[in-house]
């Protein structure tokens, strides 16, 4: 990402200090990039579309409606719908280290047509059909998945090349799905109020919840209490979700043993593993490395002091 800013900001006008905009056009979509050279507090900024915010560099105190003001640092992103304010302050903004943001629009239409083609490959009978983006805030945080189409986006709005516009149809529609994807997961495994615990993918989410230390748990029993064939249950369980039922398993085996790590440093990594679900040491490891990108020897040192 670092070279395409590079690239973006030797071609680009600077004509104020704060939120700096320049912008990229594309059928349904444009990239704005915001650069800010100096410290600022309450800039408002407000979009006629949905669009998606993501920090490159620097550091934001972000007003949303609907949240507890929080700090934005690189990697983050928020989606928020047309026409909700954003109240942004720059704490450490300057010259040389500027902040740096992009906001990536999205044509209402063309969200509307991958919705309801979304909706139409997940929905369960009548269950889980009415996923939307245009209607509250998130805030997502290391989001590998979105992180690197996003990448890829920026890449293809600031070089021109024949198939720019056909290209970014294509990823603009795969940032959508994620996004939905990303929605239903946090509706669904974040569920207080138990909306959707009485469907099919909510009981199985439920029941994972329920027997996470379990290591009998498999795909074929999850679809059984689905009532569905394992690949049927496969297929729809990650078109919701965006993760397979396995890797959705794996991570809350990995969320589960960071919280064992922290309140039991003197326990051995075997120990951890077992307790956490882990048939064996070395593929507990493999999964804490591939989610947390450092090993559980390495987050136990982290928390440790």
Not at 169 to 196: C, G, H, W, Y
Request: aromatic content about 8%.
């Amino acid at each position: 990402m670092k070279s395409i800013i590079n690239q973006h900001r030797s071609n680009r006008k600077l004509t104020t200090l704060v939120e700096n905009r320049t912008t990229y056009n594309a059928d349904y979509a444009e990239l704005n990039i915001f650069e800010t050279h100096a410290v600022a507090e309450k800039v408002a900024l407000k979009f006629d579309f949905p669009i998606i915010a993501s920090m490159l560099s620097g550091q934001k105190i972000m007003h949303l409606e609907g949240f507890e003001s929080f700090d934005f640092f690189p990697g983050e992103s928020v989606v928020m719908p047309s026409n909700k304010e954003m109240i942004i302050d720059f704490p450490v903004a300057s010259k040389n280290k500027p902040t740096q943001c992009l906001a990536l629009g999205i044509d209402a239409v063309k969200i509307n047509e991958v919705v309801d083609k979304f909706n139409q490959h997940v929905a369960i009978e009548n269950e889980n059909k009415s996923w939307d983006l245009d209607a509250t805030s998130s805030h997502l945080i290391n989001n590998t998945d979105i992180n690197h189409l996003i990448e890829r986006l920026t890449y293809t709005f600031t070089n021109n090349n024949k198939s720019k516009d056909v290209l970014l149809d294509l990823m603009i529609q795969e940032l959508i799905v994620r996004l939905l994807q990303t929605k239903a997961k946090s509706l669904i495994i974040n569920d207080p109020n138990q909306v959707f615990s009485d469907t099919r993918i909510g009981t199985v989410i439920k029941f994972i919840k329920e027997n996470l230390t379990n290591k009998d748990i498999s795909v074929d029993l999850l679809a059984k209490k689905a009532y569905m064939s394992a690949s049927h249950f496969h297929k729809q369980f990650k078109n919701t979700l965006g993760v397979s039922p396995i890797d959705y398993i794996n991570s809350e085996k990995i969320k589960f043993s960071k919280k064992l790590i922290k309140e039991s440093k003197n326990s051995r990594m075997s120990e951890i593993a077992f307790k956490s679900g882990f048939n064996n040491t070395s593929y507990f490891n493999r999964q804490f490395k591939k989610m947390e990108m450092m090993t559980p020897q390495q987050f136990k040192k982290s928390v440790s002091h």
